[in-house]
């Protein structure tokens, strides 16, 4: 049985025949094949070695829940291109939408000669996102980019400077997003040095805080710091991932959130949702703040937004966003008129297929069988996150010490066995899980069991 997501022959909203690729894991032989290191090779060659890969095998097609590499090995996507293809990789509309933008015109500048699809990007945007006061949007490229726009725009409505960041927290390889980035190695190391006024506070981690640490005594822990050491007054926003994403899919205690969201209101400081990861149905919701209700000033997202084309956005209070003067922001490719037509069509397929409800069934089927496995293996320690966002955190058994060696072993294995599976968290030692929403149950299921038999072995 197929996925009521995908079929071989197209979404089921689409019955064209096109990514006719087979929902099937299939190993040709050992991994990476022939064909695949000759291409590893010529990496080593041509492409600067800070430049890594998780997996040693090269992508020529992908779709449903499978990606096929040059020697016609399919793996299971449990990655998904670090959360971007989240409505499928070549998902149909977007698929149609970019050929047809592509071929009418592939870059005017919206800065000299604007056009549609960006004005409904933001309006779609500012219609989705937390919240229904006045928006406005900005689009840029990347994450980073999109998060250091944040910061400028929060700077410039607050007239101050200091910006508050967390522990683990993950924001880009950018200079600013560095320095807000919580993680030395390897996004800092010798990278320095990084942009003043950006200070970490301490965040709500239930698996190590244990249970004495709720939600509302994590804020205060944090901004007893922050009133302390930088002063609310000189404090411009206050950066945060919802759930953190590199960080180890650390979910807040409940209430921690909302209560820095208040503290911020109080305060006039620009409370500001880093959604880069989050965002777009990933976490069964369509953004992650929407869980608690928590309504940022400003929400950044990128990633799952254009269906794997380079597209990300600043969505807020139209008075914040407003502040900075007329050509304060911008940039060559910001709302590239083929990524925002990507973007268009992403949103509709979240929206028209029903993702949000594949999200949260991906959620039941994940955690029903790891937490099976944790019953009978006490190394994993926590299962945790939302949605199509899910991860285990492995550990010395009955400790909260980390096991990094026991996730790059888990992990080594599942590749090997044709599995897509990332790593994560401060001490490399959590196994995270980003499917694409379009992947079939049969699929899911077949991960789960390698996962298993590779913790078993
Ligand atoms: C990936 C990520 C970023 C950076 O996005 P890029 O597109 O890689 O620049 C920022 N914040 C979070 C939470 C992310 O997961």
């Avoid at 149909?92 to 050929?99: I, Q, S, T, Y």
């Avoid at 044709?418 to 995270?432: A, K, S």
Wanted: charged share 20%.
């Amino acid at each position: 049985m197929t996925s009521k997501y995908w079929t071989t022959a197209g979404s089921v909203n689409d019955a064209r025949p096109m990514n006719s690729l087979p929902q099937s894991r299939h190993l040709v032989g050992p991994l990476p094949g022939p064909r695949s290191r000759e291409l590893m090779a010529r990496k080593s060659g041509a492409v600067a070695a800070g430049v890594g890969t998780t997996m040693p095998v090269f992508a020529v097609r992908a779709g449903g829940g499978i990606v096929e590499d040059v020697d016609g090995n399919r793996l299971i996507d449990l990655g998904s291109g670090i959360a971007v293809t989240t409505v499928g990789n070549s998902a149909p509309r977007v698929v149609d939408a970019v050929a047809a933008q592509a071929g009418a015109f592939t870059h005017t500048c919206f800065m000299v000669t604007p056009y549609e699809s960006y004005v409904a990007v933001a309006e779609a945007l500012n219609r989705l996102t937390p919240g229904d006061h006045e928006k406005r949007t900005a689009l840029f490229n990347s994450g980073a980019e999109a998060v250091e726009n944040a910061v400028k725009i929060a700077r410039s409505y607050t007239g101050r400077q200091a910006v508050v960041a967390f522990d683990h927290g993950y924001h880009g390889r950018t200079n600013l997003t560095m320095a807000l980035t919580a993680k030395n190695m390897p996004y800092k190391h010798g990278f320095g040095p990084f942009a003043p006024e950006v200070y970490r506070v301490p965040t709500s981690y239930p698996f190590r805080d244990g249970k004495e640490v709720d939600g509302a005594t994590a804020a205060r822990r944090a901004l007893t710091l922050v009133e302390k050491q930088v002063g609310a007054e000189n404090l411009a926003a206050l950066v945060i991932e919802p759930i953190q994403g590199e960080g180890g899919f650390v979910e807040p205690a409940p209430g921690f959130l909302p209560a820095l969201a208040e503290w911020c209101r109080a305060n006039g400081v620009v409370f500001v949702a880093d959604e880069v990861q989050t965002g777009f149905a990933r976490t069964g919701d369509l953004f992650a703040c929407d869980h608690e209700g928590v309504v940022p000033d400003l929400i950044v997202t990128a990633k799952g937004i254009a269906g794997g084309l380079p597209l990300s956005a600043v969505t807020g209070r139209a008075e914040i966003m407003d502040a900075p003067h007329a050509g304060g922001l911008g940039g060559t490719y910001g709302g590239n008129p083929i990524a925002c037509a990507a973007a268009i069509a992403a949103i509709a397929t979240i929206e028209e297929d029903g993702l949000l409800d594949r999200a949260r069934q991906i959620e039941r089927l994940m955690k029903e069988r790891l937490h099976r496995l944790q019953l009978d293996d006490a190394r994993v320690g926590d299962v945790r996150g939302r949605g199509a966002m899910i991860a285990v955190e492995l550990v010395k058994p009955g400790t909260t010490e980390p096991d990094a060696a026991l996730a790059r072993g888990v992990a080594a294995a599942a590749h090997r066995a044709g599995v897509i599976v990332l790593t994560c968290g401060t001490d490399g030692n959590v196994l995270r899980f980003l499917p694409p929403l379009t992947i079939s149950d049969e699929l899911l299921t077949e991960a789960l069991d390698i996962l298993t038999e590779a913790f078993a072995n």
